[in-house]
């Protein structure tokens, strides 16, 4: 059976000013008076797509084949991307007494944290350790799976598409700019990230094509409840089921409800979120050649300097 798309038009409710405090805390259920839970593409009063879902975009063999290597990006946490989950970032102290240069994730004792939200595909030179493009270390370490996790892209690629045709040429154009070695082929891709229930705070995408529109899609196993997606500008929320897909403005203030749930996290039960998207500055990385060389001379800079 065919599921109708309902179409809504919507009003900015809540301001800018008041909505930036709350960047880093999770939302709230009072932060949304519409849920969307079904096939349905809502704009703003002006025309402008603001979030478009999809009901069950995928088989379940199609997500069978990707389940697990999605689920093995646990192996890579990140304490860089606990900010993401709302965690404070500070500057520590280490053991020689001297404050870190970098500003660490910490909780509420003050330790460091590091939560299961990892970035895939490929990413520009951001100084520091990496002043190089690169490949994520899941994608050059795993090419098998990631093979599967490209074919997964490619579908995503092909239902925004069909969505939003206008968006998905404009990002197809940036993409073709870029060197095909920093692009997933066959999509306007270059790099996703991959949250293993990981709930989101409130913030807004940055460093992504703002030209073109954020992707996403989850998986989800077991009883839990939340972990719903609020626009509170908008005053809504979507609840995202198992192999539904959205598209969404990423300058939009977004974030997650916080689950509820019996039994281990991540075991008997967890949600999986991937958002796929073309990074701006990779569209000026050079040849994996060339910047092979430039990692080769930032790594022997290294080592002259100890």
């Known amino acids: 059976m065919i599921m109708k798309t ?10 800018a000013e008041k909505i930036e405090p709350w960047k880093s805390t999770h939302p709230r259920p ?10 349905c593409d809502v704009y703003s009063s002006n025309g402008i797509p603001i979030i478009l879902m999809r009901r069950g975009c995928f088989t379940d063999e199609e997500l069978e084949e990707v389940r697990k290597p999605y689920r093995e990006f646990m ?28 500003e660490r994730s910490l909780d509420e004792n003050g330790r460091m944290v590091s939560v299961y939200s990892s970035i895939g595909g490929f990413y520009e030179s951001v100084g520091g ?26 579908k995503c690629s092909r239902i925004y598409k069909s969505l939003l045709p206008n968006f998905h040429e404009i990002q197809t154009e940036f993409a073709n700019k870029a060197h095909p070695a920093w692009v997933v082929p066959g999509t306007p891709f270059s790099t996703i990230s991959v949250n293993n229930t990981v709930c989101a705070a409130y913030h807004q995408d940055s460093g992504d094509l703002k030209e073109g529109f954020g992707c996403m ?20 929320a979507v609840n995202m089921r198992h192999g539904d897909f959205i598209l969404f403005n990423p300058a939009v203030w977004h974030g997650n409800i916080p689950p509820k749930a019996e039994g281990k996290k991540n075991k008997d039960w967890y ?6 998207y073309l990074r701006n500055r990779i569209l000026g990385c050079l040849s994996p050649e060339e910047e092979l060389k430039r990692a080769k001379k930032y790594n022997t800079r290294k080592l002259e300097s100890l």
């Open 271 to 276: 949600r999986v979120s991937v958002v796929m």
């Open 6 to 15: 309902m179409k809504i038009v919507v009003r900015s409710k809540v301001s």
């Open 129 to 154: 350790r990496f002043p190089y493009c690169r490949a994520t270390t899941y994608t050059r370490d795993h090419p098998e799976e990631w093979a599967k996790i490209a074919k997964h892209l490619r």
């Open 217 to 236: 899609f989850a998986m989800r196993h077991g009883d839990y409840s939340g972990f719903e997606l609020v626009l509170p500008e908008f005053s809504l």
């Open 30 to 39: 009072n932060h949304y008076g519409l849920i969307i839970d079904g096939n």
């Open 75 to 102: 192996r890579y946490p990140s304490d860089a991307r606990a900010a993401y989950a709302g965690y404070k970032q500070s500057r520590v102290i280490k053991k020689d007494g001297t404050l870190s240069k970098s």
